[in-house]
């Protein structure tokens, strides 16, 4: 089911767990382990839940700082801080840790692409994912492209999936961004200096499809009455 569902977040957190085993989170904690900046990460484990940011903080923000556009994210989609499972299933103390540090950063990685929510951001983002930190789930998760329907299997294909793979691989290790620290920073600052593009923004492409469907559908429509009434 997490696999075709990259929404039900207690699947893809157990999926997570058993895949990312013995060798993935490994990887990961080792390449935090080699920035000084994820060595701080792993010395001070911070949290990022509404106890730990400040909702009412962050809206005060500059409008295209970091931190306000992670508060704007989940305002919009209406998710918060807190709708990350907890590690169950890794042993490692410091990787369990790892893992707890990715799930609660995706968010931030959302508000850094301006992906949305829906099916079909989440599997842009999770190629991004895949292709930056090599988790096996993120790279499962993009399973669920068969869910999409053509014409967004078709964009997936040809525009985000080409992004992903790109930006996912050239840029930074995104879970070495100490994400606290950086609240106040211009957004597009950050995102240059990770590397990474900013996509096509989605919600907005499929808006103009939704209208240009409409404007198609109402010429056609018109057309018809006309052909009606010169044929009476």
């Given amino acids: 089911m997490s ?26 904690r080792n390449a935090m382990l080699s920035s000084p900046t994820g060595r701080r990460i792993l010395r001070d484990r911070p949290r990022i839940t509404s106890q730990t940011m400040s909702m009412t903080y962050l809206r005060t923000l500059p409008e ?6 992670y508060a704007a994210w989940l305002d919009r989609e209406g998710v918060s801080p807190d709708t990350r499972d907890q590690v169950k299933y890794i042993d490692d103390e410091e990787c369990a840790y790892v893992m707890q540090r990715y799930r609660e ?17 989440e599997v842009a983002l999770k190629a991004f994912e895949f292709a930056n930190t090599l988790l096996p789930m993120t790279g499962l998760s993009m399973f669920a492209v068969a869910r999409l329907k053509k014409a967004e299997r078709q964009r997936f294909w040809s525009t985000y999936l080409p992004w992903a793979l790109s930006n996912g691989m050239k ?7 100490y994400w606290e620290e950086q609240l106040e ?6 995102r240059t200096e990770l590397g990474i593009e900013k996509p096509p923004d989605l919600r907005e492409t499929r808006k103009l499809m939704r209208d240009r ?16 009434i010169m044929g009476n």
């Fill in 3 to 28: 696999l075709i569902n990259p929404r039900r977040g207690d699947l893809i957190a157990a999926l997570g767990e058993a895949t990312a085993t013995p060798y993935f989170i490994y990887r990961l």
């Fill in 105 to 121: 950063c995706h968010d931030f990685y959302h508000a850094l692409t301006g992906l949305p929510v829906m099916v079909e951001g």
């Fill in 171 to 177: 840029s930074e290790e995104v879970i070495n961004v």
């Fill in 64 to 69: 295209n700082s970091v931190g306000r556009s």
């Fill in 185 to 190: 920073r211009d957004v597009d600052e950050l």
């Fill in 213 to 228: 469907r409409r404007a198609e559908k109402a010429a056609m429509e018109a057309k018809e009455r006309v052909g009606g």
